[in-house]
């Protein structure tokens, strides 16, 4: 969560060709850590191993049968923000526009369009901002006063904040099943597993992204299946061409109508084995609009 509201510094300039800015985000994520949050042992098990793992929290290292605790919880604070610079400059006596737009910085992945992530979580549970660059140019043509023709590139980044020393522990509690004519009793029993030395964050050269080509069987007839696939977004990118045309504009009003196609792909990070998982869509828009006179 923001600690405070974003905070954003902007200086624009309009000299007479052109307009230029130049603007700066501030912003400050807070989460509360729990240091002893996961811990635990596999000694109170319903068959414990000949030799009992257990994880204990750094704070109370002696306790032989830790749980989780609040104890020595804390407050981490990141300051992260960007920078960035817009310019837009008419050419050819007006009929051409050129536009471009950038913002670079940590943890403003989410004033994109993409909606990139702003943070990850070390190991510890102290937040990693992530660092990222937004990108937009644009040209618009200007052949006559009814139509507009416009091309657009636009593209967002991420780099990788991946660690390794996640801890995940799952208890299974199996409730005892009372006797019946055909069977016997089944007592309660309690299992603890552990993954030691995980690897998490954003962009982890080891994630597993086997099943990001595949369609896995569903669940149901309507839920989807769930396969092995990190799918941390590298880089989004999308490229669109198309047209306004002023059909009519006067004191009626204004019509217009217009045509659009865009190109964009998906890239993710390469995970373990080299494989990158990528998506590609193609897309059409059409509009309509009556402007009110």
Not at 14 to 34: A, C, K, Q
Not at 55 to 61: G, R, W
Not at 84 to 112: E, I, N, Q
Not at 242 to 266: A, D, N
């Amino acid at each position: 969560m923001n600690k405070v509201p974003d905070i954003w510094f902007k200086a624009a300039l309009d000299p007479g060709w052109g307009h230029y800015e130049l603007f700066g985000i501030v912003s400050t994520f807070r989460n509360r850590v729990y240091p002893c949050g996961v811990v635990g042992s596999n000694s109170a098990d319903t068959t414990p191993p000949a030799t009992p793992t257990t994880v204990n929290c750094a704070l109370d290292p002696a306790n032989p049968n830790p749980k989780p605790s609040s104890l020595g919880a804390f407050n981490d604070t990141r300051t992260g923000g960007g920078v960035g610079a817009v310019l837009r400059v008419p050419l050819f006596a007006k009929k051409l526009d050129v536009g471009m737009k950038g913002l670079a910085g940590d943890g403003v992945g989410r004033y994109g369009a993409a909606q990139l992530s702003d943070l990850t979580f070390r190991p510890d549970g102290t937040a990693a901002l992530i660092r990222t660059a937004h990108g937009l140019g644009t040209i618009e043509f200007h052949p006559n006063a009814k139509l507009d023709v416009y091309l657009n590139y636009g593209a967002e980044y991420a780099w990788r904040a991946a660690y390794q020393g996640y801890t995940g522990i799952t208890i299974t509690n199996t409730p005892a099943v009372p006797a019946t004519g055909t069977s016997p009793a089944i007592p309660k029993t309690t299992a603890t597993t552990f993954k030691l030395n995980q690897i998490g964050g954003y962009g982890s050269p080891f994630a597993n992204n086997t099943n990001c080509g595949v369609e896995p069987a569903p669940g149901g007839t309507s839920a989807p299946g769930a396969g092995s696939c990190a799918g941390d977004i590298r880089v989004i990118q999308e490229g669109t061409l198309g047209f306004w045309h002023k059909m009519y504009q006067g004191p009626k009003g204004g019509v217009r109508w217009g045509l659009q196609y865009s190109y964009i792909t998906k890239s993710g990070w390469s995970g373990a084995g080299g494989i990158q998982p990528k998506a590609v869509d193609n897309m059409v828009f059409t509009s309509f609009r009556y402007y009110l006179p």
